[in-house]
Nanobody, 121 residues
Framework: VQLQASGGGLVPGGGSLRLSCAASGTIFSINDMAWYRQAPGKQRDLVAVITRAGNTNYEDSVKGRFTIARDNAKNTVFLQMNSLKPEDTAVYYC????????????????WGQGTLVTVSS
């Protein structure tokens, strides 16, 4: 299973970006999908998570600005980021809990390669 993230870039403060992450390979189903971010010199933190049913949860600092969504048919998760701030600058990683077979009830965690988001002041 591979996760391919895209959509990062340089944007001025107040601007918007949309990140995408597509999962490919041997996939039976995907449970939770999420976006994390890691700023320079800091730990990787959860930004937003979405269940297969579409229930979402957000880190407090992005509530009202970021929206996570997914397309189950395409095994893809999105992160729409609006009203971006310089403190949102980080490498953003997608994460997915993947079941590779109907014969196995457990899901394994996979990570994308990261996409850099830089917000200028």
């Amino acid at each position: 299973v591979q996760l391919q993230a895209s959509g990062g870039g340089l944007v001025p403060g107040g601007g918007s970006l949309r990140l995408s992450c597509a999962a490919s390979g041997t996939i039976f189903s995907i449970n939770d999908m999420a976006w994390y971010r890691q700023a320079p010199g800091k730990q990787r933190d959860l930004v937003a998570v979405i269940t297969r049913a579409g229930n979402t949860n957000y880190e407090d600092s992005v509530k009202g600005r970021f929206t996570i969504a997914r397309d189950n048919a395409k095994n893809t998760v999105f992160l729409q980021m609006n009203s971006l701030k310089p403190e949102d600058t980080a490498v953003y990683y997608c994460n997915a809990q993947v079941r590779i077979s109907a014969a196995f009830s457990f899901a394994r965690e996979y990570w994308g390669q990261g996409t850099l988001v830089t917000v200028s002041s």
